[in-house]
């Protein structure tokens, strides 16, 4: 855990106001302008005019690209014009991935053109393909129990019965199947490897993402492929008899390029009271505009912001971070906590990180001493339909590590059961969001900025399991 | 209207047997046997099977190529292995148009890449393509209004506002923009054209179809857009300022190539009573696997002949067509009926190739002294949940010729709030068939043959306003 020194004699300074009685209504925002702001928030349009103008103006924005770079420059504006404070760019540097041509289909018996996409630093083919028999795998145990050597001069196919579920827990159970699935067809003599895309829509846009190559593992060319071109597969194997596929795949890295978070904040009155640090991710995957994934997470957290910049200053900073080259591998995210754990200052962290649908469930880490906070934060967004969970909050993955660390957490978790029929794919487009939705999201977010970052209790660091 | 010898002679000698008296049983299949066959196909797989093998072994089946000629070997060893008689091509030749590259993309302001599809019989670009600027129209009666000369050097943009509808009629309400906009765009000197998808779906995968170019106009490269992209592209245009797109699509034309009508029978007991002809169409764009389009027609149709079959010869021989080349201007159904008008025989004419959803409908169209068949065909789909409708039985694009012609026949209208979702685009594939609604058009079509093969009646021509 990483020292916070001003939230630690903070923390010590004010056990007495912090035991079970009520603090004095005068050092927290009145209840009646929480509610206000909250339910000014359900008419809010910052939201929507943010996520809209990211994704109608520069679209997709891999990270280390120029895209990504056009972004950073367009958010600059957009917060400078919204009247944050300290609106920066913190570069950072970062080995690019880039995608190239991408075409699989069916060669010989039952030939026919299937739809592909590269995962994330996916090897490459030659530029005219590869072409070999296709061995099936129902999942990735199956495919870990084949012989070492089996696969050999092979192209695997592996699968997975993934279903939408609301709190996104299917990610978890189907993901093996691209984080870790190219890497072991590899090790077994695998020349590529297409997965069933790890995704619950049934349309023909392959869903990508990373893939892991173990220590020592040379990367083969890693495919996603539609979940109709999957079931064809599947339905073409058991007919029994080879099939062979033809890949190509021409991905590749193009070297040490920039990418960067970008910071904005809302003063705060009282510097030692610690940083409320909240965000998204500014990157999206090359494929859509990255609406839910993630133009919805900066525009929430900057909507909600705004809002609370314009009732007056808060107690605490808030420090909004849209960061960078969240998808490669939460690059921005590790770059702020290994340049920032140690400046003190961030006695809080929340991201908003999985789509625009409504929030359902707010689950809140809190020292023992701060606990009230939670208690009201979920008192001022139960009207908006949102029950208190009792899962550790995590902060998502770029404020993850804060949390990990110790630090204070909410996490106002959205309804997932949509969200993996987009997530990755061509279709993470703005039509996806839906703006009653969003509106929900901005105004759970406006109580919840409303009620920590005006605390009047300390947020010190918490003694987590996970921390231990 | 063609002259049909063999039904006008039948339906001159039956006069007194079809007035408005019931017809005796014997003559009928006995009404507890047409239950008995239309409740057992709620439990047929022979459709499904026939759709999972065409999409699954051959896929996309674009008139002309060899994979059509594939589809037709394999639909007459399916109609062979199913019993059916008389299983033949008949061959015709056809100019055919394949697709190229297609790639499209904003380039300068608001920079990225954006998802097209060619329409049939469009232009080319050059290999490079064309870059221009973007001129947008809410609709073709917008474009109609431009000044001639006033796209000059400009890729035109079309767009239109459809629904999705229960009886498809969107689809004529939104179609003009693909049917005549890339036209309309190239008179008025228009470099190319893109419009918004004909269809209702919110997925990055453009809506491909033919394109009709007017006498004396230069096709131009005209494509379709997804529904995000053209609304994303729309979203730019209301920014104001110039807006540029490149584009390539390189589609060609490869020549006079082959297609043809593969036709199966079930022969029947009577031949001076005509013949039944239905079924639906083999060929497919060439974006999906054409499950909904046509895949499931050929399979419903020939599922319920087979049914027929099984019980033993009908009156009437049932012929099963699955025409060639529907999709790039009916030229499977006008080759079949410009050889076979004179031929006497088709008495009765249906067809399926709407989709797989389940029928809703039924709209038959009988000379007056056949209109009995009407009604008992009414109540025996009645309990499929099917209405008896009040509009001319068309009979579908493949076999309207006969219908306008005068020949008798039903439609068995299918919901079509789900079709224009998938219709012509890569989302056409057999994840869209639902089995049950499946079986219930299997169903439906079943008791439809078992009344109208074997109906007591004569089936002549119609006099119809469509064919005066």
Not at 38 to 65: F, S
Not at 193 to 212: C, E, F, K, L, M
Not at 302 to 315: D, F, Q, Y
Not at 379 to 385: D, I, Q, W
Request: aromatic content about 6%; glycine content about 10%.
């Amino acid at each position: 855990m990483a020292p916070m020194k001003t939230s630690l004699l903070a923390a010590a300074a004010l056990p007495l106001l912090t035991l079970s009685t009520p603090l004095p209504a005068l050092a927290q925002m009145a209840p009646a302008e929480v509610e206000r702001l909250r339910d000014a928030a359900l008419k809010d349009d910052i939201a929507w005019d943010i996520a809209e103008g990211l994704t109608t103006e520069i679209g997709p924005r891999l990270a280390g690209t120029e895209a990504e770079a056009r972004a950073r420059q367009w958010a600059v504006a957009k917060l400078k014009s919204l009247g944050f404070q300290n609106v920066r760019i913190e570069e950072f540097t970062m080995p690019t991935w880039v995608r190239g041509e991408e075409h699989a289909e069916i060669v010989g018996r039952f030939a026919q053109p299937m739809h592909v996409a590269a995962l994330g630093e996916s090897g490459a083919t030659p530029p005219e393909g590869i072409t070999a028999e296709v061995v099936g795998f129902e999942s990735v145990d199956a495919l870990r129990a084949a012989p070492a050597g089996s696969l050999k001069g092979k192209i695997a196919f592996i699968s997975h019965d993934m279903k939408p579920t609301q709190d996104g827990s299917g990610y978890g159970f189907a993901g093996p199947a691209r984080w870790v699935g190219p890497s072991i067809a590899a090790e077994k003599g695998a020349v590529a490897a297409v997965i069933r895309s790890v995704g619950t829509d049934y349309h023909r846009n392959p869903h990508t993402g990373g893939t892991n190559w173990a220590e020592g593992v040379k990367p083969i060319p890693a495919g996603a492929l539609s979940l109709p071109d999957a079931e064809n597969l599947a339905r073409m194997l058991e007919r029994g008899g080879p099939i062979t596929m033809k890949l190509v795949l021409t991905p590749k890295w193009i070297g040490e390029q920039t990418s960067g978070n970008v910071v904005a904040e809302v003063p705060g009155t009282d510097p030692d009271a610690g940083v409320v640090a909240i965000g998204g991710h500014l990157d999206s995957w090359d494929l859509a505009t990255g609406a839910f994934d993630n133009a919805a997470g900066v525009a929430i957290t900057a909507a909600a912001a705004k809002r609370i910049m314009e009732a007056g200053p808060p107690r605490r900073t808030i420090r909004l971070i849209w960061f960078g080259a969240e998808e490669v591998g939460v690059l921005g995210g590790s770059a702020y906590f290994e340049r920032h754990k140690n400046d003190g200052g961030v006695v809080f962290v929340s991201e908003s990180d999985f789509g625009a649908d409504r929030i359902w469930k707010m689950d809140c880490t809190m020292a023992e001493t701060a606990k009230a906070i939670c208690d009201r934060v979920a008192g001022y967004v139960a009207p908006l339909g949102i029950m208190k969970g009792r899962d550790p909050a995590g902060a998502g993955a770029d404020l993850g590590a804060w949390a990990r660390a110790g630090t204070a957490a909410i996490d106002l978790n959205q309804d997932g059961t949509r969200y993996f029929a987009f997530h990755h794919t061509p279709d993470d487009t703005l039509d996806k969001i839906d703006r009653e939705q969003l509106r929900q999201n901005v105004a759970a977010w406006t109580a919840m900025l409303a009620v920590v970052a005006n605390a009047p209790e300390a947020i010190g660091p918490v003694k987590r399991e996970a921390a231990q």
